[in-house]
């Protein structure tokens, strides 16, 4: 492992360079025993769900390493290979066991007309009167899509703030590949900028909704090319290289997003309905393989492959009510250096440190994702299979971390 989970930050005002004192912040382990934990969530009551990239979800119990409840095995259905896997899981918001039991999850599955796999966004159901068990029989799928390459899966579904009908949003990277360019993409602009097809977008449909004809799902009117006879009607925002990590912003309902970058930058995003978020043609502010586009959404922060850098996970904004300075602030971090960092909103819709890093909260060998708890404390998920929660311990209110893992 990569130094004490204990990092000595260092307190700084907004945009400042300096040091002014020095505190502490933990990540205290939550459980372990895990193969490739790539996301926590949970169904609105305490517990926590271990979503394993292999194609297993636990449920954490207590019971010592290794020791959970298996929620729901789909391995067989799953292709575990590089970053593909079983990506994603949501409960839908009004899950309470009984009269709601729909849950879903984004895996990559067998097949596809290239054998690279077929991206598939499956409803489920728990099973009736056992909430600790999924019916794996209940299985409807919504969605699927061949993929042409292996990697740049995306992978991350959500319920976005919307009621009293809820949309699902699901992330899909570009297809993989380099630059956007290979086989399987689309000539010139890359699939980031082919709204005629699925790839390097986020998606939206509503579960809710009768279904549209032919659907197991209804579309949106608000989508931008709800209606389209040539655009994809599911898409919510496009331009996406692989967006393997989103969340909703409980407090405010703003979509975050880590779009992982290709060469040298790494970015954060601000997401809202009918962006554009530039790739092919931008790696985060730098124009990498032009020309331009108009009307591209830029984004909040990025950051250089250095220093081990190389690969962000996106996380989430801080709305718990247990550590009150840390409240408003996104956290984040990077798979490569297992740094994870705090980026304050200073005003609405104002976030800090665009082009800096704003905090490290400590180091762990190969992050892999975040969570959250349903009280809203943030989770963190590592390759060697364990599960922490961040904790912060002294940091006054007023001001932002700045520092770096020991």
Do not use: K
């Not at 586009?293 to 190389?310: C, L």
């Not at 956290?331 to 800090?352: H, N, T």
């Amino acid at each position: 492992m990569r130094g004490s989970w204990a990092s000595a930050l260092c307190l700084a005002m907004a945009g400042a360079a300096t040091a002014s004192a020095a505190v502490t912040v933990t990540l205290d382990p939550v459980a372990s025993g895990f193969i490739a934990p790539i996301l926590v969530t949970h169904a609105g009551d305490s517990r926590l769900f271990v979503v394993e990239q292999g194609g297993t979800v636990r449920i954490v119990d207590g019971g010592g390493p290794g020791v959970h409840t298996v929620f729901l095995d789909i391995s067989t259905q799953v292709f575990f290979s590089g970053e593909r896997g079983l990506l994603g899981m949501a409960f839908h918001p009004e899950w309470d066991g009984t009269t709601e039991r729909r849950f879903y999850v984004h895996c990559v599955t067998f097949g596809g007309a290239s054998g690279q796999g077929i991206s598939r966004v499956s409803e489920f159901q728990t099973q009736v009167g056992n909430p600790d068990l999924a019916d794996e029989g209940s299985e409807v799928v919504l969605f699927s899509l061949d993929q042409p390459q292996g990697n740049h899966n995306g992978g991350m579904i959500a319920f976005g703030p919307e009621a009293p009908e809820r949309h699902l949003y699901i992330a899909l990277g570009d297809g993989g590949g380099g630059n956007d360019d290979d086989a399987g993409h689309t000539p010139v602009i890359g699939n980031g900028q082919d709204t005629t097809n699925a790839f390097g977008a986020i998606l939206r449909i509503d579960v809710d909704s009768p279904p549209d004809s032919g659907l197991n799902y209804h579309i949106p009117a608000t989508n931008p090319f709800a209606g389209s006879g040539t655009d994809v009607p599911e898409i919510f925002a496009w331009g996406l290289r692989n967006p393997y990590r989103f969340s909703f912003d409980r407090g405010t309902g703003t979509l975050l997003c880590g779009d992982v970058g290709q060469a040298a930058w790494e970015e954060v995003d601000v997401i809202s309905l009918g962006d554009n978020m530039g790739w092919r043609n931008w790696e985060g502010t730098h124009d990498v393989l032009g020309p331009p586009i108009g009307g591209t959404v830029f984004p909040i922060h990025e950051y250089p492959h250095s220093a081990g850098n190389d690969t962000v996970i996106g996380g989430f904004v801080y709305r718990g009510t247990t550590y009150p300075a840390l409240v408003g602030m996104y956290i984040f971090g990077d798979y490569g250096s297992g740094r994870i960092w705090a980026l304050p909103e200073i005003a609405p819709g104002v976030w800090s440190g665009t082009s800096q890093e704003i905090g490290a909260l400590g180091g762990i060998d190969s992050l892999l994702s975040f969570g959250e708890d349903s009280a809203g404390e943030i989770c963190v998920c590592s390759a060697t299979g364990e599960v922490f929660r961040i904790r912060d311990l002294t940091v006054p209110a007023g001001i932002t971390l700045y520092g770096t893992s020991q």
